[in-house]
């Protein structure tokens, strides 16, 4: 396999309650802190991205959503329970580590976006 198309594995994950985080380490030394609010906002669930392109629903109100329990799902990914209710995003490895890696990108565009809508994340 090129490094393009390399599987990742995550050798450590850990819930930060109090600084509202989850942090997880990789095989190949990636270190990511991914905040509970950024992984809410982005769940790879259908209620949130909808059934296709376009079809994306702007989550807001999400500042300060806990994470209430972390499941793993097989060998490739996690499901957190939200405190919002939320629990139907199955956050592969692979979509974890390209959340670490667009991070400031993502949330910078999840910013703008609500501004444009006029919303809050409170």
Same mark, same amino acid.
């Given at each position: ?12 994950? !850990?819930?930060?309650? @109090?600084?509202? +985080? %989850? ?12 905040? #509970? ?22 989550? !807001?109100?999400?500042? @300060?959503?806990? +994470? %209430? ?12 329970? #939200? ?40």
């Amino acid at each position: 396999m090129s490094d393009m198309t390399a599987r990742r594995y995550p050798t450590d994950i !850990t819930v930060h309650t @109090q600084s509202r +985080v %989850v942090e997880i380490a990789f095989d190949d030394g990636q270190r990511f802190r991914l905040p #509970f609010e950024f992984l809410r906002v982005f769940s790879p669930s259908a209620e949130v991205r909808g059934h296709g392109p376009g079809q994306e629903i702007l989550q !807001t109100g999400k500042r @300060q959503v806990g +994470v %209430v329990s972390l499941e793993s799902v097989g060998h490739y990914a996690i499901q957190p329970q #939200f405190s919002d209710g939320h629990s139907s995003g199955i956050y592969t490895w692979d979509y974890l580590y390209e959340l670490g890696q667009t991070q400031e990108q993502r949330w910078n565009h999840y910013l703008e976006q609500l501004q444009q809508a006029g919303a809050s994340r409170d």
